[in-house]
């Protein structure tokens, strides 16, 4: 058996692509998100110091002389009530500091420091500052979490993917606990279609198909071989028994010349289906046909009569040829052909009846040639299975032991070589079975 | 005429002895070689009228041999082939073999062989062939296609004549099925059908049966022959 170089599962292979999919679509999602927040607040800070800047120079730049300085700083308290992230300083031109609200630690990061003139003297300046770090805050936990949702976001879609494709495969793993029964011996088993998704039905009807004609093949080898054992076996057994006969006590030499002339007839038998067998073998295995122009099939049909001329003429047949062609073909192996045809014929015509060989040009490419005869005629189931090797109409017939049933399967084979296939058709009385040939 | 010499280039040891044994019989003096290399070697020194070549050997095979052979050598090579292949059976004739054999053959059919080849070397030893064949009371005339025997004209049709002048050009031979089908109805292909035997015992009818004394015998699982054989 040969390794096969596997891929890896599909299962992690698909979580693996859908984690870092949703890893990066959620990160992308999240890092908008940060950015908007982030911008947002630091838009907000700026716009509350703006606010309080202008409330804070209105209330310093509106301050007469009878304001007190704790009414001031009751006013300022006012402004910035409610911000506890903002700290002020107000320092009077005499650097007197009228109003300090500082920071629990040092002033924060953002500031804004300005003078406010006053009508009654020097300017007043101020210190205004927003401490950030509450914001900070906020936005370290935002992060955290998109973070956090984002990595767990992808993980649990690759979970989620890996299970769904192992759901979704089970029929499969059911169709190849199926396909594992099938064995050599039952053939017949045929995979259960039913439950399993539409996308796997084009799959088991191709495999079902498959298995048909491998069915079909097997059972068809097995009958070969048991014809062929049984084909060899009857001459070996004569073999056999008539060798062992002889010599069980002396003979004279007639007798001998006897036995052996006997044997070598059932040598003869037996080399002939295994050339038989070879010829077709050769014929499966791809062998051409060597084309010659033949300018008369016609002419060629009557050779091969005039070599059946005798055995016709004992079986009480007539034998003619009807029509005319020229073709490329291997004229040595459509003799052949012709030849076990008539033989056929001879057998199963019927006497005072006339045997035809029929020729046409079907179309540009091809040629028929057919022998039609009449007789008993064939029942349509047997004529499918006419050119299987050893197939036999009529399985006890007298002259058996000559016609070992490769002779319709040679004709097959011939039609063949010659890119044809053989035809065969019985109907009325009259039996036509010939090849079709492909004229290259 | 001295007795022919052949070399048998063949490693299955016992259809080696056998065609030795054989063809010896037969009048000619054979000479065995059992793999590629001594045939080669064999063949080139010795003169021989004739090799027989089995097809595959041990060491180099025997297309090989032939090609080596053909460079020195125009002595005739019948090739013994197992493989029917009509592929190699070309090759074979390409690579310089004068005949080819399929395996199993009959005995008789490569002798019928093996002296075609050697009349084809040698054509001016046969005179122009004799125009009326005669066996005991039996006369054909081969130019007017006659047959007569014990004075009776046979009324024989054209191929039972062309079977009957071929049996009796070779009278005393053994020729196979095979052999008269090629010869007479140039069909080259063993049939499963039985139809020489049926011309064969047609032809007999003819020949045989108003008379006393057969002419035409069957040997069994070899053929037939044509002789005056004694009472």
Known sequence: ?440 | MTRMKLLVVEDEAKLADYLRKGLTEEGFVVDVARNGVDGLHLAAEGDYDLVLLDGMLPGIDGLAVLAALRQSQQTPVLMLTARSQVEDRVKGLQAGADDYLVKPFAFSELLARIQALLRRGRPTQTPAEATVLKLSDLELDLIRRKAVRAGKRLELTAKEFNLLSLLLRRAGEVLSRTELAEQVWDMNFDSETNVVEVAVRRLRTKLDQPFDRPLLHTVRGMGYVLEAREP
């Open chain 1, 1 to 440: 058996m040969t390794t096969v170089r596997t891929a890896p599962g599909l299962g992690a292979r698909l979580s693996r692509s859908l984690a870092l999919l949703t890893g990066v679509g959620l990160g992308l999602v999240c890092a908008a998100v940060y950015a908007v927040i982030a911008l947002t607040l630091l838009q907000r800070q700026d716009e509350t110091l703006d606010q309080k800047q202008a409330a804070i120079a209105q209330l310093l730049g509106e301050r007469g002389p009878g304001h007190s300085v704790a009414e001031l700083q009751h006013l300022l308290s006012d402004v910035l009530a409610g911000h506890a992230e903002l700290s002020l300083r107000v320092t009077t031109a005499d650097g007197q500091v009228i109003f300090d609200k500082a920071p629990a630690q040092s002033w924060p990061g953002k500031q804004r420091s300005f003078n406010v003139p006053v009508t009654a003297g020097p300017a007043t300046s101020v210190l205004l500052a927003l401490d950030q770090r509450g914001d900070n805050a906020l936005m370290q936990r935002l992060a955290w979490t998109l973070a956090c949702t984002a990595v767990g976001g992808a993980l649990a879609v690759s979970a989620g993917a890996y299970w769904l494709v192992r759901r979704g495969l089970v029929p499969l793993h059911r169709l190849v606990d199926q396909t594992r029964l099938v064995t050599a011996h039952d053939l017949d088993r045929r995979l259960d279609g039913s439950g399993q998704p539409m996308e796997l039905q084009p799959l088991i009807e191709q495999f079902n198909a498959l298995l048909g004609r491998l069915d079909g093949a097997y059972r068809q080898m097995e009958a070969f071989n048991a014809d062929v054992a049984h084909e060899l076996n009857t001459p070996l057994a004569t073999l056999i028994s008539s060798s062992e006969l002889a010599l069980r006590r002396s003979r004279s030499a007639e007798e001998m010349r006897d036995v052996l002339g006997s044997n070598l007839e059932e040598l003869h038998r037996m080399a002939g289906i295994i050339g038989d067998m070879l010829f077709l073998s050769h014929a499966d295995n791809g062998s051409d046909a060597r084309r010659d122009r033949v300018d008369s099939l016609a002419h060629l049909a009557s050779e091969v009569i005039d070599f059946h001329e005798a055995a016709m003429h004992e079986a009480g047949l007539q034998a003619t040829v009807v029509g005319e062609a020229a073709a490329q073909v291997d004229a040595r192996l459509l003799r052949r052909a012709i030849s076990n045809l008539l033989g056929n014929a001879t057998r199963y015509g019927l006497a005072g009846t006339t045997v035809t060989v029929r020729i046409n040009r079907v179309d540009a490419s091809s040629v028929a040639v057919a022998v039609e005869n009449s007789g008993p005629g064939i029942a349509p189931e047997h004529l499918p299975r006419l050119f299987d090797r050893f197939y036999r109409v009529d399985v006890a017939r007298a002259d058996a032991d000559r016609n070992h049933g490769l002779g319709l399967a040679i004709v097959a084979a011939i039609a063949r070589m010659h890119g044809g296939r053989a035809t065969a058709e019985s109907s009325g009385g009259t039996t036509r079975v010939g090849l079709l040939l492909r004229d290259a």
